[in-house]
């Protein structure tokens, strides 16, 4: 903003906007009024500050915005004005980080149903392939060994109450009881 006048002008707020290009009553979206209240002196250049982000909807395509900014300012007796630093036609390009989640994800799903296929198919395969293995094949009941070897338990008191090794005594004692 530069002040060519013979009086100080007080810059009250910068807002700004995408409207439509053939139609400047239609508003495509609005941008946040920041407010600055700053006074700027007789033959002085004053630069202000203004950052905006638009709406991800916009990006990409070829589709073209008039970005407005206006600039509202008020003299010394209190005369609003209004100004139009930057007035032109845009476009909206998408920044290309070089990572993208959607696309990540989208690849760590289409593995996991490559794996799920692959085992589904090893499955099956298994089951078909065993399947007729088994059928020409007649298995033979097995049949029972007896042991030679007996093992056998001697108790000597059936109520015989059992204590630790180390010669304490111990809060539970334990029976061996015949069944």
Do not use: W
Request: with cysteine; net charge neutral; glycine share 8%.
């Amino acid at each position: 903003f530069q002040n060519n006048g013979d009086s100080p002008f007080i810059v009250d707020n910068v807002e700004g906007g995408f409207r439509y290009p053939m139609d400047y009553n239609y508003v495509i979206q609005n941008f946040t009024s920041f407010r600055y209240g700053r006074e700027v002196a007789p033959g002085v250049t004053q630069t202000f500050l203004y950052m905006f982000v638009p709406s991800e909807q916009l990006a990409g395509g070829s589709r073209t915005f008039s970005l407005v900014m206006s600039l509202n300012y008020r003299g010394e007796d209190g005369t609003l004005y209004t100004d139009s630093p930057f007035n032109e036609t845009v476009s909206v390009h998408e920044v290309d980080e070089g990572f993208d989640t959607e696309i990540f994800f989208m690849y760590v799903l289409l593995a996991a149903l490559f794996a799920l296929l692959l085992f589904g198919a090893q499955y099956l395969l298994s089951s078909v392939v065993g399947a007729g293995s088994r059928r020409g094949k007649r298995s033979r009941p097995e049949q029972a060994v007896a042991s030679t070897t007996t093992t056998s338990l001697k108790i000597t008191s059936p109520l015989r109450k059992l204590r630790p090794l180390n010669g304490t005594r111990s809060k539970h004692n334990f029976n061996i009881c015949k069944i």
